[in-house]
Structure formats: C-alpha cells, structure tokens
C-alpha cells in the first residue's frame, strides 16, 4: 500500500513528539502551503504563497513548517497553561520568509547590517571550492596566521593573498590548516561525499530532535495564563547561552511568548553588534566570567531560580565549567535544557561551524550551484540557522508541556548538520539540480517584506526588523521591547 509522503510539518511534529491528533486535519499532505486544504483544520491555518525562498531544495517548506510546529508547541502550551482548547494556529508565509532573512531586513538608524566579512566566501582551489569564515576578530586571525600574515592586514592585501594561495592548494589540505589553527574553511563537498565522509555518516539514523528524559523529577506547575496577549511561557525564566543565528532566534522566539530571558557572554568573546541587534528583541543581556568566582557564582544563582537552560556553544565549551545537562538537571530538578551545535554527533562534533560553512560540507552549495562544475551556491536565507532556531523553540515548548504533565527534567538536542539532512533527503518536493534551470521556483514578482516590517525606538536606536512569524488565536503581535546593549544588564531575574 503506498501513502502520500508527510508534509514537513507532520514530519517536525512527529521529531518533537507531538501529538498527532493536533495535525489530524493535515493528513498526508506533501505541502502546508495549500490554504485551501488546512482552511478546515481547527488548530492550523496558513497563508500559502508560492515562490518565496526560491531555491532548488525545498527551503520554504522547511521554513513554514519550523515555523508551524513552534507555534503549534506554543499554542498546545498555552491550553495547558489556560485549560482552553488549544488555540488556532496561523502562518503566513511572507512573514515566514521575512523572518528567515531577517539579519537582512534589520536597519539602525537607517543603516543596513553587517553580514559577511570581506573573507567570509568562496574561494577557488586546486581541486575545486573552499568556504572560509571569518567574521569574528579571532577567526580572521587565525586564518591570516595560516597565510602568513598579521593580524592588521588590510582586507585588499589579504583576499589577494588569500586567492592566490588557495588557488594552488587542494581544499581538504586548506581545510585541514586551517582548523588546525583554530580558523574555519570548509571544502565543497557533494551530497554524496558528505553521506560518504564519516562526519556525515554520523548523522545517519539519528532523530531530527534528540528528546530525553533525564531523571524522575516532579511536575513543575506555573501559574494559570489570564490576561491578553496570550503569552504562553509568561513566569518561565530561560538562561540564555547562545550566540550568532539559530540559538538566539529561538530564545527571542521564547522571549516572544512571555519568559524572563536573560543572555550571558563571556565578556573576552567578541559578538557582532548587529547580530544581537537582530537577535536581542525580548531580551536582557549581561556578562559573567564563568571561569571567575563572581561570575560562577552569579550563574549559579540564576540556575537556582532557572526554568530553562539553552545552550548553543560547540559541545565542551560550557561542559568544561562542569555545566553537564545532567549537573545542571541534578541542581535544578525539572529544568528543561535546550543543547545546539553546528555538527551533531561524530567526529567534528566539537568543531566550530557556522551555517554557511554546513551548507557547504553537506553539499547544500553543491545543490545550489548555478551549474555543473560552477561556483558553488547558497540557500537563499540561511535557512539551517532560521530553522533550527524555531525547532529548538519548539522542542523546548514541547518539553515545558511534557514537564507540566508528566514531570522529569528534559533535554532536547539539535544541530544546523542534521537539519541541512532534513533540508537534504527527507522534506517533500527536493528536486536535483537542472542544467536548464537555476532554482526550483522562481522568485514571486509579488512579494514585498516592508508588510512583515515593523520600526522600534531604543536603547539601540530606531530599528527596522522583522516582525515574528509564530503566531496563533491571542499570540502577541510583537516584542514587549527592543533589543539594550550587549551584555549591559543587571545579573537578576525580574521580579514577577
């Protein structure tokens, strides 16, 4: 008997554990974006629209059903908290769309964001194609260091020297150099080399959403919801250990929902201004040297009263201050932990990585070439950061709602590799690359962000960004307010 493949949100859903029942009206549908189809359902209703995020590989499907399902686990959360029927869900895909290109919306004070850095690119070497990351002050160093150069090289000087020195290399060797010096390059791989290669061979078989239960902890009951907007994490309290993209979307998304969000920085380690201007809406931020007295134990009286702990370090980075999910489970019995990393599981597991260098490995830019042999592509937002981020929002609204009926402390594990497999072999509607075409769908004439755009006055100044695209019957329409500077807040909850 042969069924209809499932749509990428029942296949995210069934990942997080949901029940299905709340995607009953779903079905077997290979695409969420028909409206006509989910007008009926009782809890999803969407907005369809085809030709945004055109690409080859089914990028607005992921999109829209990251989304989906985080308002979803959002909605059954607040009929927990409530004792109402779970509330209809909404999307809306040019708000989806906006949202996951939202680093390129941001203005402040008319000013557009800093994305790439002058050697964050594509490279030609000997063999084919290298991707370097260089964005962070420490990382253009050390990739300079492999070069031969100082630090205070001009960018001009160091992308000619760059060139020509890769130009003569093979890409694994670069790759291999440059990681060695603590910098980050990644060869072009295809699909199937990267399926082949045993990094990539390490993901095989494992789960979209790694869940586990941790210990037999009791049911943590919060206060009952009243009041509008719906705010379905409002009392929950979420330390905040992410930076860049995919962590810090999704504890925006958390701050969206109502929870005390508190980010903590290493005051020694550089982040990028515009990132958190993007990134920080909802938020507070402040710095705590974990290696320092003072700071541990200011951390350590933020985890005493914590709800949830999320952390988007490379594995071992916050485990070598003994921050184990477990040690942290062990003080704070019920807490729920968020874990993300760039690789997963395997031997890069504790590598750096960012989005754009996964989609490079995995062979996501192999897809996405403009033809055989050409330069390797992009997805057009960077999807495995914007995806992730709402499918760890929603693994921990899920484990909030699991904890609220059953009890345990909860861990929910992801990372940008294994979501590029999602995007790669599982989401309906992947289509191999065609030497007579450039993407899979071409661009919609029609569509016009400035509708899914919003200003807001602050700290920070007057910011153009994104409206959220989670929504459902009663969910807020915005932030509760804007992004402060970094790392400039008091280390303390705010009172109830």
């Given at each position: 008997?042969?069924?209809?493949?499932?749509?990428?949100?029942?296949?995210?859903?069934?990942?997080?554990g949901g029940d299905p029942a709340l995607l009953a009206h779903l079905g077997s549908s290979a695409h969420l974006g028909s409206s006509a189809r989910l007008g009926s359902s009782a809890h999803l209703g969407t907005v369809g629209s085809d030709g945004l995020l055109p690409a080859r590989l089914p990028v607005m499907e992921l999109?829209?059903?990251?989304?989906?399902?985080?308002?979803?686990?959002?909605?059954?959360?607040?009929?927990?908290?409530?004792?109402?029927?779970?509330?209809?869900?909404?999307?809306?895909?040019?708000?989806?769309a906006t949202?996951?290109?939202?680093?390129?919306?941001?203005?402040?004070?008319?000013?557009?964001?800093?994305?790439?850095?002058?050697?964050?690119?594509?490279?030609?070497?000997s063999d084919g194609w290298v991707r370097t990351h260089a964005n962070y002050p420490h990382h253009r160093a050390r990739l300079l260091a492999t070069l031969g150069l100082p630090a205070d090289t001009p960018d001009d000087l160091a992308v000619d020297t760059a060139a020509a020195s890769f130009a003569g290399r093979p890409s694994d060797e670069?790759?291999?150099?440059?990681?060695?010096?603590?910098?980050?390059?990644?060869?072009?791989?295809?699909?199937?080399?990267?399926?082949?290669?045993?990094?990539?061979?390490?993901?095989?078989?494992?789960?979209?959403?790694?869940?586990?239960?941790i210990d037999g902890a009791p049911v943590r009951r919060t206060a009952a919801l009243t009041g509008e907007p719906?705010?379905?994490?409002?009392?929950?309290?979420?330390?905040?250990?992410?930076?860049?993209?995919?962590?810090?979307?999704?504890?925006?998304?958390?701050?969206?929902?109502?929870?005390?969000?508190?980010?903590?920085?290493?005051?020694?380690?550089?982040?990028?201004?515009?990132?958190?201007?993007d990134t920080g809406f909802g938020k507070r931020s402040?710095?705590?040297?974990?290696?320092g007295r003072s700071g541990r134990a200011a951390f350590d009286g933020l985890l005493a009263d914590a709800d949830v702990?999320?952390?988007?370090?490379?594995?071992g980075?916050?485990?070598?201050?003994?921050?184990?999910?477990?040690?942290?489970?062990?003080?704070?019995?019920g807490l729920v932990i968020g874990r993300l990393s760039a690789w997963g599981h395997g031997p890069w597991a504790g590598q750096r990585g960012f989005d754009s260098l996964v989609q490079v490995a995995t062979g996501i830019a192999s897809v996405e070439a403009a033809g055989p042999g050409g330069r390797p592509g992009a997805l057009p937002a960077q999807a495995l950061d914007h995806g992730t981020g709402y499918l760890l929002a929603a693994a921990v609204l899920r484990a909030l709602t699991e904890q609220h009926d059953e009890g345990g402390s909860r861990l929910v594990t992801l990372s940008l590799a294994r979501t590029a497999a999602w995007l790669l072999d599982e989401l309906p509607a992947h289509r191999e690359p065609d030497a007579d075409t450039d993407t899979e769908t071409a661009a919609d004439p029609s569509y016009d962000p400035e509708k899914w755009l919003t200003e807001t006055d602050g700290p920070l100044g007057r910011l153009r960004h994104a409206l959220p695209p989670v929504a459902f019957d009663g969910s807020p329409a915005d932030w509760s307010r804007p992004p402060g500077p970094l790392g400039a807040d008091a280390p303390g909850w705010l009172t109830a």
């Open positions: 008997m042969n069924h209809a493949p499932l749509s990428g949100t029942e296949q995210a859903w069934a990942a997080l999109a829209r059903s990251a989304v989906a399902v985080c308002s979803l686990a959002a909605a059954e959360l607040a009929a927990r908290r409530t004792g109402h029927p779970v509330p209809r869900v909404r999307i809306d895909d040019g708000a989806v949202a996951f290109t939202s680093e390129r919306h941001l203005r402040i004070d008319g000013r557009a964001a800093t994305t790439f850095a002058p050697l964050s690119r594509f490279w030609r070497t670069i790759e291999r150099t440059v990681y060695a010096a603590g910098g980050l390059a990644v060869a072009a791989r295809t699909p199937g080399q990267w399926a082949a290669d045993p990094r990539g061979a390490a993901l095989a078989g494992t789960p979209l959403v790694g869940r586990e239960r719906l705010l379905p994490a409002a009392g929950l309290r979420v330390l905040d250990l992410t930076r860049v993209i995919a962590g810090p979307v999704a504890t925006r998304t958390l701050a969206l929902l109502g929870a005390d969000v508190l980010r903590i920085d290493a005051p020694q380690l550089p982040e990028s201004p515009d990132a958190h201007s402040v710095e705590l040297d974990l290696a702990v999320v952390v988007g370090y490379r594995p980075s916050v485990e070598r201050f003994g921050l184990t999910p477990r040690s942290l489970a062990a003080r704070r019995p």
